[in-house]
């Protein structure tokens, strides 16, 4: 590559102006449905998930009003047991997960220097599906014929015998289309990854987060199909009498287990995994040095990864399995912590190497370290399966996955969305109210899940609606039900702060905190093209190498969508390929699949007849198109 | 905004590639991973309720009948010679010969479901018996979904070849649409064995 003069300003506002025409969508509610924008799915994707984080997050206010005192009225069993199964499927299901791929969707091609995901129109496809998924539950919720099961719903409980009526196929249905899109999105950000990046982006040289997200892409394609399997089979035993759970007839409830956790372990990972990727951007940014033993973070995720499928059954200890067993996933369980430990110790080597700066950010990458060392040395307590037996069920675990996933995902998600905050919106959010609102959720929620580690420990079992007095229970409940409502503060005053900084006028500049990445090299937010030409990478932090110039490749077309398709490991440029245009047919076929997922919970038949109107959509859909020379008859 | 520098050019590059270096194909190889997980826990499926019954199938439930399955077998192998060589001709962006491979296959996908639809009865047990029953049935009609997806998605291409100039995109699609159906043809394998010879090996 030789260095040629930098292009003149106008040539690149031409070819900028003609390329904001070729990528930009239609005006009004048509622009919006048919849009395969990767950015423009992922803000969407990520207001949908906050939305109802902030919903499960009130059914949790509600179960804490009820445990804060012992013979609690405000509600009933039954309805207590809804909100449970509420709250947490939509926590794991509805925000954790889409939350980090949201994210990913906005962030990795940015990050890889493309001008879209890999598959757009798939892309769009999994939003509907995973909006239809999230509506489902909560509709059904708001209908009273909410799911009551736990968010795990295991057999016999969720089957035919104990759980008459569709509360139940609505859990498992939520699963499915909540999983298709999740699947979808993981396709897309895997090719993405490894299809291109930017030339001379090696994978040596890819950013921690596009590691984690490959990481997290290829668990979810090897996890997720579990939970759709065994969900499916539980819909079938329900629905047309097969009998896979059925011990009278050859079936198992144990197996349910084994195929949940297959799944549900790794997607503990799945939501942890990106949030290492945010806080190794972060600690990057604010530490002013590149992260300290990148190949062994990389090594580490890659650890992580593998060693996560090997865990499952420790969540199935009091099953009564073979002792060996037992030893196998307790050995397997404590073998994580030495991987997520390396993690630690190059961040906090990074901090003390570097020159920090304790932006609002960087208070939540320390607020993870403390909280997640904390869930991470229950982890290995509850792994051991003598003492797991003693604490399994109850509140000892409720704290331990509150601060692993709470403190190891979400305040690692809370400081990127101030992160990238000027970059989804061109605003940057306040740091007096990011000050406010992480004080107010990390001391809120000490407070609120500290003391259940001692309920725990004090036999207070979990999914009880209430308790009687004397017992001891009354302090740490109260404390609990306290510290929700600070955090519940904090996240009030984090609503405020976005809705302040959205009514400002967007003047964010491309890179407001002089950090390293490529998706700080355009403008806030980027325009619907990412890049006017292809960024060339050399380093690990290419935007530190010349603060002045970015080198970049030209050539792609600016009058059809086109990108440059690079080679898995050297990003070596291989050849150019179109783009998808906008359409409807995602948005259509979601439609169809919505159809048939919802008619197969009531009827075995809704698989056929629903098949008709998604076959047509998926023809409208890959019926092949014939924009740049690629489709052209030659 | 950082201002840009220009090091090199693109635009002599390829404007179309098959297989691995198209990115559909990767496409492809990720849903090929996701069923294909879905296959192998399906058959831990199998393994595991095998493991808790003390016969296989369960008494009095007779063994699935091997004829119908052979025929179907042995036609599903064979269909792969004629796959490859459309795979072929599309990567040399034959028309003539894409189209001829596309209407063939169309057809062969087509006798094969008729051959599928002898299968079921012939598996001597229904899906509301018992769980050897259900988990017979859930990997026969996964795989018959995949070959109905196939045919359903080569009919619809056919057409299209037939009515629109052909790009070279569409013959990546066409060399695209080949590889999956090796993958439809080579799952079965496993399958067929669960199904019609792990009752028989007890």
Redesign the interface.
Known sequence: ???????PADA?ARAAAKLAETWGDRPGVWGWLTTVDHKRIARRYLVTTFVFFGLAGILALLMRLQLARPEGRLLSPDRYNELFTVHGSTMMFIFAVPVMEAVALYLVPLMVGARNI??PR?NAYSYYMYLGGALTLWVAFFLNIGPDIGWFGYTPLSGPEYSPGKRADIWAQMITFTEVAA?AV???I??TI???RA?GMTLARMPLFVWAMLVTAFMT??A???V??VTS?LI??RL?????F?YA????VV?FQ??FW?FGHPEVYIIFIPALGFVSAITETFARRPVVGHTFMVLALVAIGFLAFGLWVHHMFATGLPKLGNSFYTSASMAIALPSGVQIFCWIATIWAGRPIFKTPMLWVIGFIVTFVIGGLTGVMVASAPLDLQLHDTYFVVAHFHYVLIGGAVFPLFGAFQYWFPKFTGRVLSETLGRWQFWLIFLGFQLTFFPMHLLGLNGMPRRVYTYPAGLGWEPYNLAATIGAFTIAAGAVIFVVNVVLALRRPADAP??PWDAPGLEW???SPPPAYNF???P?VSSRTP?WED??????????ATDYREI??TSPVEAE??????SPDPTIWPFLAALATTVLFIGSIFSEWALVWGAIPL?IAL?GW???K?T??????? | ?????????????????FGL???LF??VI??M???G??FV??GG?YL??RG??PTWP?EPVLPPSLIYSAIFTLALFATELPNRWLNRRARA?DLRATRAGLVLMTVLGLALLLLRAFEFPHLNVR?????????V??LMILHTTHLITDW??TA??TV?TFT???????F??ASDNCAYWTFVVWTWLPIYALVYWAPRLT
Not at chain 1, 628 to 634: D, I, K, S, V
Not at chain 2, 164 to 170: C, E, K, L, N, T
């Open positions: 590559m030789s260095a040629v003069p930098m292009p690149e890999a598959f798939l699947l993981s396709v897309s895997v090719t490894l299809r291109m030339p394609i090897f997720l199909p579990s759709m399997l089979m079938s035993d047309m009498g097969t009998h896979f059925n007839e050859g079936g198992d197996l084994h195929l297959f491309a890179n090299a355009v403008a006017v030409d292809t060339a935007l603060r002045t110039s970015l080198p970049v490749m030209g050539g792609l440059v398709v440029p291989g050849n150019r390929q179109d076959a023809t890959f019926w092949p014939r740049g020379p690629g489709g052209a008859p030659e | 905004m950082i201002r840009t520098r220009v090091v090199g050019d693109l635009s002599t590059l390829p404007d179309h590639a270096r198209s990115i990767w496409g990720g849903f991973l996701v069923e997980t879905v826990l399906a499926v595991y309720l808790l019954s369960p962006l899906w509301d018996q018992n769980a050897y029953g259900s988990v049935w859930m359903a998605d619809v291409f299209w629109h100039d052909v790009g070279p995109d569409q990546s699609d």
